[in-house]
């Protein structure tokens, strides 16, 4: 069975509170770049630009890797029960809750993680030598943010692998 992967939670963001007070203490609004931004952001990248923001007025929107830590995103998994152990493992440090299914071998799991950990995870779900399967749950969670507007593997290089799976490789822009 592949993985299905279901993205339940992103992060809510009170921007009116937030960019009020921000103006306040601030003499100037962080959304700028966003709001100006030609594509339409969802909200943890409209967010994260408006962190970089409080750094440097003139950052550029967008996804900025040194803050993904700020925004915290839940996937329910359902796999087969060995590839969920794998995928679990390969999500070190993030939370999760497993519940056994009505399908025999079957187990369902909510895991939440900050961006920058299912970056990683996927990082490590998506190479040669994990399960065809395993990977094919990683693809989908990389579909999932990319979807998202939240494409945090530009340091990847993507290939396909003979089954159709993707492969991330790491490949830093210099």
Known sequence: ?????????????DFRAF????LQVLGYSP???ADASPRD??????FLSCLAALRDQKAPAGLAANLLSHVSFSLLLIADERD???ILERCAAMPFVTAETTVRGVTAA?????????????AAGSVREAEPSVRTGFN???GLFCGEGLNVWG???TREAPDRTLLLEYKPQR
Do not use: F, H
């Open 155 to 157: 340091d990847y290089r």
């Open 1 to 13: 069975m592949n993985p299905e992967v279901l993205l339940i939670t992103t992060p809510a963001v």
């Open 84 to 86: 969920l152990l794998d």
């Open 110 to 122: 909510v895991i939440t993680g900050t961006l920058a950990q299912w970056r990683d995870a996927v």
């Open 19 to 22: 960019l009020g007070a921000c």
């Open 31 to 33: 959304v700028r770049a």
């Open 41 to 46: 952001l969802s909200a943890a990248e409209k």
């Open 140 to 142: 989908k969670v990389y």
